[in-house]
C-alpha cells in the first residue's frame, strides 16, 4: 500500500498527465505517467491512464498491454465499485483496439 506522501505524488503525476492529456501532449502525458507506473508499479489509475495517451497516441498494442495489466491488476483486487469499473473500462478499449468493437455484454449485467 502506498504512503499518504507517495500517494500524494501520483495524484499529482495524474493531474499533471491528464492536463497534457487534455491539451493533445500525448508524449509528454505518456512518459509521466511512465514514470508514475514507475515509481509506483500496479497503479491501476496510472495505467489506465497510460492505455488512454497510448491509444489517442495510435500505440494500439502498447496501448493494449497497458489496459490488459489494468484488467490483470483488478481481478486480484477486492470487488470495489472504482476498480470494477475501470477494469470494465480497461476491457472495452482491449475489444475496441483488437476487435473495432466494445462488445462488454459479458461484462456488464443484463436482463433476459
Known amino acids: 500500500m502506498a504512503s499518504d506522501s507517495a500517494r500524494g505524488t501520483i495524484d499529482n503525476l495524474l493531474v499533471e498527465a491528464w492536463k497534457l492529456y487534455g491539451e493533445g501532449k500525448l508524449r509528454e502525458a505518456a512518459e509521466a505517467l511512465e514514470r508514475g507506473n514507475r515509481e509506483s508499479p500496479g497503479d491501476i489509475e496510472v495505467l489506465y491512464a497510460l492505455g488512454l495517451s497510448l491509444k ?33 473500462l480497461a476491457q472495452g478499449h482491449i475489444n475496441m483496439l483488437e476487435r473495432g468493437s466494445w462488445d462488454l455484454e459479458a461484462e456488464t449485467w443484463h436482463r433476459e
Open 56 to 88: 489517442k497516441s495510435e500505440q494500439a498494442e502498447s496501448a493494449v498491454r497497458a489496459f490488459r495489466q489494468v484488467v490483470e491488476l483488478a481481478a486480484q483486487r477486492p470487488s470495489q465499485v472504482r476498480t470494477l469499473m475501470v477494469r470494465r
